[in-house]
């Protein structure tokens, strides 16, 4: 399972009781609020489970934060998440490619498509561990 952001409580917890077996949760980046993760080791049912959990990296993980970040500042600009995304090196980040992604979205586009437009700027955003 891959996610934007760290699964909160709740949906760890759904994370936890849906599947079965060895679990792989990834994320872009961490929840410094709300964040779950803790229910997969500190619960009885989490510790009788396989979990391997990991943080994203490289330019996969700037562009699934950018879909947080994009939507944040977007849906709720006074929020503390969006005055993060707000300041460098995210602004120019979200100034470039924000534009493409709300228009992929609002026509329908393929995430390929999408990806295709905005990717060059994804891959030149240096060094990419400065935005994670």
Known sequence: MYSTF???PLCAGAITVAFRGRITVGY???DPISGGLRVLTDTDIGRRRR???QKLRGPFAVFAELLLAVY???AR???LT???YREAP???LIETAGPALARGRDRGEAVEQVVATIWPAIAQ???ASDLL
């Open 72 to 74: 944040t500042v977007e």
């Open 6 to 8: 760290e699964p909160c």
């Open 90 to 92: 995210w602004r120019s």
């Open 125 to 127: 955003t240096e060094p």
């Open 77 to 79: 600009p006074a929020s």
């Open 51 to 53: 979990w391997q959990v």
């Open 82 to 84: 969006a005055a993060r």
């Open 28 to 30: 872009a980046c961490r």
